[in-house]
């Protein structure tokens, strides 16, 4: 089993930065993919940011060139760091790591409060 803790989640003011971290630990037999999803009340979980093993990077539009998704081999870590939030940044957000077998893990989620 993997267990996924996020932290880092909080209230900031629009313009503001976080930085979000998830670490990873158990029994991780082959990663795939780590990455960060979110939930906004009413809609969708969708896709902000996403790390292959490789080390490729995929973005969703509305968050390119504000995000930025690293990771630390080391310590089985992945970090999102926002800046130049928005409103509609608000959200929960949840780590998610995808192994090559398609098992997908989360976290337990946190929360992302942009006001205005």
């Known amino acids: 089993q993997v267990q996924l803790v996020e932290s880092g989640g909080g209230l900031v003011q629009a313009g503001g930065s976080l930085r979000l971290s998830c670490a990873a630990s158990?029994?991780?037999?082959?990663?795939?993919?780590m990455g960060w999803f979110r939930q906004a009340p009413g809609k969708q979980r969708e896709l902000v940011a996403r790390?292959?093993?490789?080390?490729?990077?995929t973005y969703a539009d509305s968050v390119k060139g504000r995000f930025t998704i690293s990771r630390d081999n080391a310590k089985n870590t992945v970090y999102l760091q926002m800046s130049s939030l928005k409103p509609e940044d608000t959200a929960v957000y949840y780590c998610?790591?995808?192994?090559?077998?398609?098992?997908?893990?989360w976290g337990q989620g946190t929360q992302v409060t942009v006001s205005s």
């Open positions: 790390l292959t093993s490789g080390g490729s990077t």
């Open positions: 998610n790591l995808r192994e090559l077998t398609g098992t997908n893990y």
């Open positions: 158990g029994t991780i037999v082959s990663t795939k993919t």
